[in-house]
């Protein structure tokens, strides 16, 4: 799929990176160098630039040595959504359940769970006392 440049749009390093290490950047090369139809010298090259989440849900292979035993790399791979106001990717647990805590976005049943009071929707000041005996 080809990204679509948007050149109206305000922009600056840190977007760049965020956007090359949000959808990831490949560069498959091969050169070579012949004389007279005689292969010389021939070079293979095979890069990827992207995040760790980006590169684990392509399912690209990771170097030698990586610790994916990390904490870190635990909250990295549970399950994330991208905030439909600001395009942030957050837990969807949190997004969902608490909203975004880039730009304030609430979801559907966040909003209503704040709008219903809890219980049978009496404040307890307008309930009567009742004693049980």
Known sequence: ???????????????????????????????????????????KIRAALASFETAARYGLEFPLGTRLDTTAWHELTAGKETCPRCSRRSPAEDLLGTGCPWCGWLSASTKRSLETPSGNGHRREELPSVEIR
């Open 1 to 43: 799929m080809a990204m679509q440049i948007d050149r109206n749009s305000p922009g600056n390093l840190a977007d760049v990176i965020e956007r090359i290490l949000d959808k990831g950047l490949v560069i498959n090369a091969d050169i070579a160098v012949s004389v007279v139809g005689v292969q010389l010298l021939g070079i």
